[in-house]
Nanobody, 127 residues
């Protein structure tokens, strides 16, 4: 079992930055591939970013490339999502997700591929 808890959300203005954190407990963190997803009101949950267990391979939603950075600190059992140049369309509940990976270079972009989810943290971008 893996427990995930996100933090770092809040209300910011367009152009501001936020860093989301997701702390994991319960099993070896280095063996987990991690992802961030978001769900805006009235919309389906969408993929935002993913990283492999070794954090050597990362993948992003096109609309966040160059603005968001996912990173994984295995020693701290934490995955981060640094969000810069935030836009109103980034407003959503953000969730981190985890799944064991047999190869530490694997990453996943579909929510059905993840086994564990955090409760979410809200991000509101508004002037």
């Amino acid at each position: 079992q893996v427990q995930l808890v996100e933090s770092g959300g809040g209300l910011v203005q367009p152009g501001d930055s936020l860093r989301l954190s997701c702390v994991a407990s319960g099993r070896t963190f280095s063996g987990l591939a991690m992802g961030w997803f978001r769900q805006a009101p009235g919309k389906e949950r969408e993929f935002v970013a993913a990283t492999s267990g070794s954090d050597t391979i990362r993948y992003y939603l096109d609309s966040v490339k160059g603005r968001f950075t996912i990173s994984k600190n295995n020693a701290k059992k934490t995955v981060y999502l640094q969000m810069n140049s935030l836009k109103p369309e980034d407003t959503a509940e953000y969730y981190c997700a985890a799944r064991p990976a047999s190869d530490d270079t694997l990453y996943y972009v579909d929510d059905i591929q993840y086994d564990y989810w955090g409760p979410g943290t809200q991000v509101i971008v508004s002037s």
